[in-house]
C-alpha cells in the first residue's frame, strides 16, 4: 500500500424498528457520534464514501444523495458504493483505497439501512435469477439452508452435533448482543429455546437466523501523518481481501468457498498472519446463519474443514477462549445490510482501541472484520490492529 490507512473516529445507531427517525436522521446519529469520537468536525473531512443496498431495497434511488446533508457531503467528492449484504465492508475499502492512494488524508464512510421502511424480504426473494433460482431459493434462507446441508453432509457430519453446535452459537451471540447497547435483538435464549423455534428452511430455524434491522455506521479514516496529528486512540489497517465468484448458485463449490478463503489469505499476505487462530485477537465474522459462522470458521483457517463445530464444542470461539467470534452479537442480532459489514470493522476498531465497554475482550489487538455479499459470491475482510 502506498501509505498507511488509520481508522480514528467510529459511530453505530442503536438498531432495530427505528421509527422515531428519517433517513437522514439515522444517518446523523451515526455520523455525528463518529465525529465526536476523532475529535473532528464535517469540514474537517476531504472526501464522504456513502452504501446500503441496491435502491430497490431502499424505495429511493441514489440514497447517498438523500443523506447527503445528514454526512456533512455537500462540496466534497462523494461515492456510493454497493454489493448487497457485503457492503459494509465494500465502503470500508473504498475508504481505505481513497486513503491509501494518497489522494485524501480524511475520509468519512457511511453505510446505513432502514428495513422497515421498505419490503426488504420482498426485494431478498426477488434478486435471484428469476427463470431457475428464484422459484427454488425463496431468498436467502432458502439459499443458505442448501449451503448448511451440503456442509454437513460432505464431512459426515452428524446431524444432531450440527444442530447442537448451531443452537450453542446462536445462545453466545444473544447472550453478547444483551451487552452491546447498539444490537438490535437483545433477549436471553437458553438452547433449547433454539432447537424448538420454528423452521424457517431446514434446518435453518428461527432462531439461527439473522432480524432485518434500521441502523447506520460510520467510521473515519485517516492518513499516518494526519492520525499521528490528531493523537488519539488509533486503530490501523493492516491487510484488505475481496474476492467474488460465480453467482449462479449451482456452480462453484459453497462450501470450500473460494472467495472467502482467497479474501482471507490476501488480508492475511499483507498483515503478516500465518496462523489465523493464534495471530488474531477476536474475529466479527458475518453470520447471519449460525451454520455459515462454522463453515467461515474453516474457510480463514480457524480450523481444518469439516471440523468448525469442534471450536465451538471446544469453547474456542466464545468469549474467554482463544479465539472469541462475534463479541458484539454478531449480524446474527443486528443486521442493517448496508451497514452491517462496516458494524464489523467498528466493532473491531473498539476493541483494539480499548472503546468497547461492557463486551471489551481483554487485551485485543488484533481482529477480523469480514462480511459477505451479493447473491452469495462475495466475500471481504479487514485486519485491523492497534498497533501500526
Not at 166 to 172: D, F, G, K
Not at 261 to 269: E, G, Q, T, V
Request: proline share 5%; glycine share 10%; hydrophobic share 40%.
Amino acid at each position: 500500500m502506498a501509505q498507511a490507512v488509520a481508522i480514528v473516529g467510529t459511530g453505530q445507531t442503536e438498531c432495530g424498528r427505528r421509527t422515531d427517525v428519517s433517513y437522514p436522521e439515522l444517518v446523523y446519529e451515526a455520523v455525528s457520534r463518529a465525529f465526536d469520537d476523532a475529535g473532528l468536525v464535517p469540514d474537517d473531512i476531504e472526501a464522504v464514501v456513502a452504501g446500503s443496498m441496491p435502491p430497490a431495497m431502499e424505495g429511493v434511488n441514489n440514497p447517498h444523495l438523500y443523506w447527503a446533508d445528514a454526512m456533512g457531503a455537500g462540496g466534497k467528492p462523494l461515492i456510493r458504493t454497493a454489493t448487497c449484504g457485503s457492503t459494509g465492508i465494500s465502503l470500508a475499502h473504498t475508504g481505505f483505497y481513497h486513503v491509501a492512494s494518497g489522494m485524501f488524508d480524511l475520509v468519512l464512510v457511511v453505510g446505513a439501512e432502514k428495513m422497515y421502511e421498505g419490503d426488504p424480504q420482498g426485494t431478498m426473494a426477488t434478486v435471484a435469477d428469476p427463470f431457475f433460482q428464484r422459484p427454488f431459493l425463496a431468498g436467502a434462507p432458502g439459499i443458505f439452508s442448501l449451503q448448511s446441508n451440503e456442509w454437513a453432509h460432505r464431512y459426515g457430519i452428524e446431524e444432531k452435533r450440527v444442530r447442537m453446535a448451531a443452537a450453542q452459537l446462536s445462545v453466545r451471540n444473544h447472550d453478547d448482543a444483551l451487552l452491546n447497547p447498539y444490537a438490535h435483538i437483545r433477549i436471553k435464549i437458553t438452547v433449547d429455546d433454539v432447537l424448538n423455534s420454528r423452521i424457517i428452511a431446514y434446518p435453518v430455524r428461527l432462531l439461527d437466523v439473522c432480524p432485518a434491522s434500521d441502523g447506520a455506521c460510520a467510521v473515519i479514516m485517516a492518513s499516518e501523518r494526519m492520525a499521528k496529528k490528531l493523537g488519539r486512540p488509533t486503530a490501523w489497517i493492516k491487510g484488505v481481501g475481496y474476492c467474488g465468484e460465480q453467482a449462479f448458485f449451482s456452480e462453484g463449490d459453497k462450501v470450500v468457498w473460494q472467495s472467502a478463503i482467497n479474501a482471507a489469505k490476501s488480508a492475511y499476505s499483507q498483515a503478516g498472519i500465518t496462523n489465523p487462530r493464534k495471530d488474531l485477537d477476536l474475529a466479527e465474522v458475518y453470520n447471519p446463519f449460525t451454520f455459515q459462522e462454522m463453515l467461515f470458521y474453516e474457510c480463514f483457517g480457524f480450523c481444518d474443514f469439516g471440523h468448525g463445530c469442534d471450536l465451538v464444542e471446544q469453547g474456542v470461539v466464545m468469549r474467554g477462549g482463544d479465539l472469541p467470534c462475534d463479541p458484539s452479537g454478531g449480524t446474527l442480532c443486528t443486521n442493517p445490510i448496508g451497514a452491517t459489514g462496516l458494524q464489523r470493522v467498528s466493532e473491531v476498531v473498539l476493541h483494539v482501541t480499548e472503546k468497547a465497554g461492557d463486551r471489551q475482550i481483554p487485551g485485543a489487538k488484533t481482529g477480523l472484520a469480514h462480511a459477505m455479499g451479493g447473491l452469495d459470491q462475495f466475500n471481504g475482510i479487514m485486519i485491523i490492529s492497534s498497533v501500526l
